[in-house]
Structures are given as C-alpha cells and as structure tokens.
C-alpha cells in the first residue's frame, strides 16, 4: 500500500509536554489561579532541527478533539522562533493518521459554544501550519478522507492533495530526507520563501509575479541571501546565521 507525504509547507534530544499555554483554557477553578493541565495526546520530540509531533490518541483513531487541538497547537508554538528549529513533522501513532472530528464532541450533548471552540480552534491551527516560520512535514500513511469517502493515496496526489507519494515501507526515510534537506538551508530565507507562496496564491499573475519579484530583490538584501551566493560562486558549503539580518553594502 502507498503512503503519503504532504508538505504544508540543535540541541540535545528533547521531549516537549503538552500543557496549557497562556489562552488556550476554557476556564480554570474558581480562586485556583491556575488553570487546569489538558489530557496528553500528543508526545513531541526533537532532534538536529528537527522537531516531531506525534498524535498519540490511536484508540479514538486520533480524532480531532478540542483536546487533541490544544495539544497539537501548544507543540507546534512551542518555542517556534528558535533558530534550533528548523522542521516540524506530524505523524500518528496506530494505523489511522487522523479519523478527523470527534463527532462526540459535535453532537447535542455539547452546547453552540462548544461547538464553535472546536472549529475555531481547528481553523486556527490549520492556518498556523501556513504562518509557521518553518516548513511542515504531514507524515501521512494508508488512506485519507475527502468529502465522507476513502480514496487512495494516488488520487490525493493527482487532485493535489499531496505532495509525494513513496511506498509505506519508505515513508520514515523519504520523510528525513527531505527534513533533513529542510536542515541544511538558511531558516530565515526558508520563512521569507514560504510566507510568499502562501500570499501569492490570492494574487492575480501579474501581482503575483510584481510581489515576488520584490521579494527576489528583498532576498539578496539578506545576509544569509548574499551568502548563498558567495558560497556557491566560491564552491563551498555556505555558513548559515539564520537571521534576517541584512548584509552590508
């Protein structure tokens, strides 16, 4: 069977918790001060600029939960504009990457206000997988769901679902090899070039062509987009500083 891979665009070996960060609770006991802890379903890790998200609720088959939201969400903000960081990539545990809402939580046992929590928050992190600095790495495996039905991991492809396409057995080490790729280039041009995809796309062809061709120009004002250059003119591997100083003229 195919899997999937879809690209959403260091320190020592580190695991993250999944609490709650400041916002992100409904409410916390009344005079606690202190708001309450979130269930974990979720298990992060990271290592050489890599950081991995794992939904780790496979008994649910990882449903969406507004649990499992906040989770989710306070792993990836987690410290995001450290220059350690360099690629986030999402994986499942269990043979179901996600089964999408947990219908419990949308049924009439819970209130309107619930129910807007939930697709709010949802909205929210989908947007942030845009917004991030860093690229995002959805490690998808077997099968996805597109309007209530199953359809295979070859015409997510061809509908432009997807990214790529590798057998599953191949999926970890396609998955590290582009994370890896991720690693080796400068952090601040890879935010600069992923924030302009996203902005173009609402764009018309001739402004989009007029906005990126001024990021172009932005581009080389970088010192890490002037050293680029020199290292590929010099034949040399460039010295990244990550930052989006600008190079001296």
């Not at 008994?59 to 350690?84: F, G, P, T, V, Y």
């Not at 034949?235 to 990244?240: A, C, D, F, H, Q």
């Amino acid at each position: 069977m195919a899997a999937s891979l879809r690209l959403w665009r260091a320190k020592p070996s580190r695991s993250l918790r999944c609490p709650v960060a400041s916002g992100f609770s409904s409410g916390a006991a009344a005079g606690s001060g202190r708001q309450p802890q979130l269930e974990k379903l979720t298990s992060t890790r990271q290592l050489d600029g890599v950081r991995h998200v794992i939904l780790n609720n496979p008994k649910k088959r990882n449903a969406l939960s507004l649990s499992m939201l906040k989770c989710l969400r306070n792993d990836i903000l987690h410290d995001i504009e450290s220059q350690a960081l360099r690629v986030i990539i999402i994986s499942a545990e269990g043979p179901v990457f996600s089964a999408g809402h947990d219908l419990k939580e949308l049924s009439g046992e819970q209130d309107t206000k619930h129910h807007i929590e939930v697709f709010e928050t949802c909205a929210e992190v989908m947007t942030l997988l845009q917004k991030l600095p860093v690229p995002v790495i959805a490690k998808v495996a077997l099968e996805m769901l597109f309007t209530g039905e199953p359809i295979s991991a070859h015409d997510a492809l061809l509908h432009g679902l997807l990214s790529k396409v590798v057998p599953e057995d191949k999926l970890e080490e396609e998955t590290m090899k582009i994370a890896r790729k991720i690693c080796e280039t400068s952090r601040s041009v890879v935010a600069l070039g992923k924030a302009t995809f996203y902005k173009q796309m609402a764009l018309d062809l001739d402004a989009a062509y007029r906005m990126t061709s001024q990021v172009m120009v932005d581009n080389l004002t970088l010192k890490d987009g002037q050293e680029g250059i020199e290292a590929f003119i010099q034949k040399r591997k460039p010295t990244w500083s990550h930052s989006m100083t600008t190079a001296c003229k």
